[in-house]
């Protein structure tokens, strides 16, 4: 009798144990989380949105932000590595042309990665590498520790507006070559932030646009008064007030559950629970948007060209184009040795929605890249490049000379087939894989395929049912009255 009361209490005990699962759960996104506490001024949001959309601000005036991170691929651009400006179309379908203009010089060398929720004030490190971050040091006058170092302006809200200042002094993203235009001009001598530098021609051509002095005097009254007040500094603030509140997604399903305790279904409730518990995803991807903001190497497959670092120079060697394919990650931020070959955890709402995956874009499906972590070296050792993964990249041009007017000419066939060969070399390289390898933390944690598939549907659970159709926020006409659609 003694003992099955013994047994009665303890079972009473264990049944009033607060569940484990319940305290590694995040706190609900709310208002506050955000910059403006989510509301921004709504004019200010509107300049930002014709900003995000206007090919004005590159220098051959044929590539927005939208481009790469556009409405109808969830704010990024569908496909492993864009190809940057001069080609047309958009995703997949994103071409290259054959004049001068128009011809892919070479791939972006990472994944565009959708902005969804980059306006919470927790997010103060932005790109794979963290290279922008919120100086919270107190180092740098402006705020930012950024790649313009001392001479990055102040007066940015926060690291989102930031982060605005550089896509446009990014040759390959949205300045152009050397001789096509004055600003990659500036770019190609080095003159970013100065007079005649990259931005004050970019806040040159807004002044000449009256539809833009409007906007601006609407969107900040109190600092511009005429086109002269115009700065890119401001155009980053609305660019940033835009985003924050465009690609806000916090009204997903897994959103209901830690609001009410209802709204998943058994699958993704059963996911949720190995995400928060034996699957330890969260040791990586915590809080309420599933990401610790730290950088962490998971022998994440690289493909494409590659950032250039290190002084790995088998490519070169083997096929006389000079390049270094290799991407350190954090560590080309910091020099670390410990930061070699990690990258930030990314962010995973809406993640069902974000395809392709991995800092290069490396997997094509969600499962694929689930499955990586399932033991990262192996499924590094096994990679390939799924088919049609990369986009064929068409006419590829090198340059011959640069200086007033660029010239260049298109690969002979042999030398495409040695750039084709970059996409792939770090993976094709024994000893490069083997480095990625070394570098990996993630433990080998063995599931099973329901377990995979229970934690699919969670993902999917943080889809919010806003976020699939964004086509509203795309305007019909810009004020410098370049065509928006491409
Ligand atoms: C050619 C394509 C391209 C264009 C154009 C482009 N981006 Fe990006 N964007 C990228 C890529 C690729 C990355 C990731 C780069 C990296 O991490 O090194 C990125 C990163 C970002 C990030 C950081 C996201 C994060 O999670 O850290 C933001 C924010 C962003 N872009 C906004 C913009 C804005 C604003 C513009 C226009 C001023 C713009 N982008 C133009 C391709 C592009
Ligand atoms: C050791 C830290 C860590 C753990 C644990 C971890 N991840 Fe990741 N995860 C990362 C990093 C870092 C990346 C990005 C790596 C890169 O791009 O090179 C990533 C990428 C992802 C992506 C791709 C997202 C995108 O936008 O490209 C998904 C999905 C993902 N993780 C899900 C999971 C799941 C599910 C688990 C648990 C089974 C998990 N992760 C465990 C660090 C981690």
């Known amino acids: 009798m003694k003992t099955l009361l013994a047994l009665f209490a ?103 990665p959708a902005l969804f929720n980059l306006g919470a004030r927790e997010f103060t490190r932005l790109f794979h590498d963290g290279r922008v971050e919120v100086d919270t040091a107190g180092y740098y006058e402006g705020g930012f520790i950024t790649p313009a170092r001392w001479k990055f302006p102040t007066g940015l809200d926060n690291a989102l507006a930031a982060q605005s200042l550089f896509p446009g002094t990014s040759p390959t993203e949205m300045t152009g070559q050397r001789g096509e235009n004055p600003l990659a001009e500036a770019r190609a001598l080095n003159n970013v932030a100065g007079p005649g530098g990259v931005w004050d021609q970019l806040a040159g051509r807004l002044r000449a646009i009256p539809a833009y002095v409007e906007l601006f005097e609407a969107a900040f009254p109190e600092e511009v008064a005429g086109a002269d007040d115009i700065t890119m500094v401001l155009a980053a603030n609305a660019i940033a007030a835009f985003e924050a509140t465009a690609f806000r997604a916090d009204n997903s399903p897994f959103d209901q559950y830690l609001r009410t305790g209802e709204g998943l279904n058994t699958e993704a409730e059963r996911g949720a629970r190995l995400f928060y518990g034996s699957a330890e995803c969260n040791t990586c991807h915590s809080g309420p948007f599933q990401t610790d903001h730290e950088f962490h190497a998971i022998a994440m497959p690289q493909i494409g060209p590659g950032k250039s670092d290190g002084s790995d120079d088998s490519y070169w060697r083997a096929t006389g184009l ?26 995973l709402r809406n993640v069902a929605l974000t395809a392709p995956y991995g800092h290069s874009g490396a997997y094509a499906s969600l499962e694929a890249v689930v499955r990586h972590h399932l033991d990262p070296v192996a499924s590094l050792d096994v990679y390939e490049v799924p088919e049609g993964l990369l986009a064929p990249v068409g006419e590829v041009l090198e340059t011959t000379a640069q200086g007033p007017k660029l010239e260049t000419r298109a690969l002979s066939p042999e030398r495409r087939e040695a750039f084709l060969e970059r996409d792939t070399w770090v993976q094709r390289q024994p000893e490069l894989r083997a480095r990625i390898a070394a570098a990996n933390e993630l433990e080998p944690n063995a599931l099973s395929d329901a377990q995979v598939d229970d934690l699919l549907a969670f993902l999917e659970s943080l889809t919010d049912p806003a976020s699939k159709d964004l086509s509203g926020l795309i305007p019909e006409t810009v004020p410098s009255g370049l065509p928006v659609v491409d």
């Open 10 to 112: 303890l079972l009473i005990v264990l049944a009033m144990r607060p569940d484990p699962f319940w305290n590694a759960l995040p706190a609900p996104v709310t208002d506050a989380d955000y910059y403006d506490d989510g509301t921004p001024l709504p004019d200010k949001v509107e300049l930002g949105r014709m900003l995000f959309f206007d090919k004005v601000l590159s220098g051959n005036q044929n590539i927005s932000c939208a481009t790469c991170h556009h409405p109808d691929f969830a704010g990024g651009d569908g496909v492993a590595l864009g190809f940057g400006e001069g080609p047309r179309g958009l995703g997949p379908n994103r071409r290259a042309g054959v004049s001068s203009y128009e011809a892919v010089h070479e791939r972006v060398p990472r994944n565009a």
């Open 322 to 347: 000079r390049a270094f394919p290799e991407d350190f990650g954090r560590g080309r931020v910091t020099r670390r040795d410990e930061d070699l070959y990690t990258f930030r955890t990314p962010s």
